[in-house]
């Protein structure tokens, strides 16, 4: 496919998720890589509708703040184009919070389940795995605390940045 949409190799008919992946690459031309799945925990943040918070340094080694969730779509969006829309509301997601889908590179969409990206597609399905991590032990979390917090903003700034900061020091040389 190409980014209006036309196939342009393959026999195949593409995912019936074109035209979300579509608006997505479109909004946000950094993006090398879109991954969507139904994985269990992301799926249950999703289905609850809410925001998955920043419990912890796992987190925030890879999602600058909480993973949002999309709204739910209204009806005249599911019948006008389901898969468009979809895409609409997480870009929406993203410009109305201020957002950057590179700092955080997922959303939960509301009653559906989760989309991730980045670079390229290894690092889209690198996040994915990440996030269905973060998701299983937001809801861990809850269980032992359902008052949990999401961590002191100087845990996220710290971890965050140690990786993918200016001044980034966390791993190997390459």
């Not at 999309?70 to 829309?85: G, K, V």
């Not at 605390?145 to 965050?160: C, F, G, I, W």
Request: hydrophobic letters at 35%; one cysteine or more.
């Amino acid at each position: 496919m190409d980014l209006a949409g036309n196939q342009v190799e393959g026999e195949l008919n593409p995912s019936s998720d074109t035209k979300t992946h579509l608006v997505l690459y479109n909004a946000f031309p950094q993006l090398g890589g879109i991954v969507h799945t139904h994985s269990t925990f992301a799926v249950a943040w999703a289905q609850a509708g809410r925001d998955l918070p920043a419990f912890g340094t796992t987190h925030a080694d890879y999602f600058y703040g909480p993973v949002p969730c999309a709204r739910h779509l209204s009806q005249e969006e599911l019948d006008e184009d389901y898969e468009l829309n979809t895409g609409n509301t997480i870009v929406e997601a993203f410009r109305t919070r201020g957002i950057d889908p590179m700092a955080v590179p997922g959303v939960l969409c509301y009653s559906h389940g989760p989309f991730t990206w980045g670079k390229d597609a290894a690092q889209a399905v690198y996040h994915v795995v990440v996030l269905e991590e973060v998701a299983k032990m937001g809801v861990l979390t809850r269980m032992v605390d359902p008052s949990a917090q999401a961590a002191p903003d100087r845990y996220l700034e710290k971890h965050y940045m140690r990786k993918h900061g200016p001044d980034a020091y966390y791993g190997q040389a390459r």
